[in-house]
């Protein structure tokens, strides 16, 4: 090929062994209240989340009887983005559900 094929395979070559370093995790959790409805909670679980009906009942029910629930294991941004959604909603129904992060 051509003068130049080593010396740019060389410079590709060194970039791509670059370490890539995983973004860190955060752990989303919803605390207990005494207000808002078991039914509602896991309505948010399956619709936020992502969970099963089953998931979200247990979930749920961690709520209830520890005070604390993981809902789940994301990056930053996806984190705060289900936080603040979970909180918007809670806020059109009424109800006080408070959600948190904590990094993994």
């Known amino acids: 090929m051509g003068q ?8 590709v070559g060194s970039q791509t062994d670059i ?8 752990k989303v ?4 209240d005494d207000y ?6 896991v309505e948010i679980l399956m ?3 992502k969970k099963s009906p089953e998931d979200a009942v247990r979930i749920m029910l961690n709520v209830h009887h520890k005070g ?14 289900k936080v603040n959604t979970v909180h918007t ?15 993994e």
Do not use: H, W
Not at 29 to 32: D, G, H, R
Not at 36 to 41: D, I, K
Not at 89 to 103: M, N, S, V, W
């Open 4 to 11: 130049y094929d080593s010396e740019i395979e060389e410079s």
């Open 29 to 32: 959790m919803l605390l207990n």
């Open 68 to 81: 604390i629930g993981i809902c789940g294991v994301y990056t930053f941004e996806v984190s705060e983005t």
């Open 47 to 49: 619709l936020v989340f």
């Open 89 to 103: 909603l809670a806020r059109q129904y009424g109800f006080p559900l408070k959600c948190t992060i904590e990094k």
């Open 36 to 41: 808002t409805t078991m039914e509602f909670v």
């Open 19 to 26: 370490d890539v370093e995983e973004p860190p995790m955060y």
